[in-house]
Every structure is written in C-alpha cells, then in structure tokens.
C-alpha cells in the first residue's frame, strides 16, 4: 500500500490590509511534498484592531 500525505494550514496575511481594514486569508496546501499557495476571497470573521506604525 502506498502511502501519500495531505497538509492544509491557513493564515492571515496581517501585513496586506485592504482599504475596508480586512486582511485576506491564504491557504497553505501540500500534497505528498508538493506545496501550493492560495490566496482566498475570504475574510476572518472576528479580527482585532491592526495597529500600524511608521517608523
């Protein structure tokens, strides 16, 4: 039998905040090693305050 394996993590890409103050969430996925990003169309549902300096 062989074996094969799935990972899919999500993340929310803080440092790209859209003019409504939403950031996006991306999607990690890895299939037997093999890695794609995926940016989706979605937007967390709860999210703090993103406090931004220019320093």
């Known amino acids: 039998m062989m074996s094969s394996s799935f990972k ?3 993340y929310i890409k803080k440092n790209q905040v859209n003019k409504n103050g939403k950031c996006t969430i991306m999607v ?3 299939i037997n090693g ?3 990003k995926i940016l989706s169309s979605l937007t967390p549902v ?3 305050k993103l406090i ?3 320093n």
């Open 8 to 10: 899919i993590l999500f």
């Open 28 to 30: 990690r996925l890895s």
């Open 34 to 36: 093999t890695r794609w």
């Open 46 to 48: 709860r999210q703090s």
């Open 52 to 54: 931004l300096s220019a």
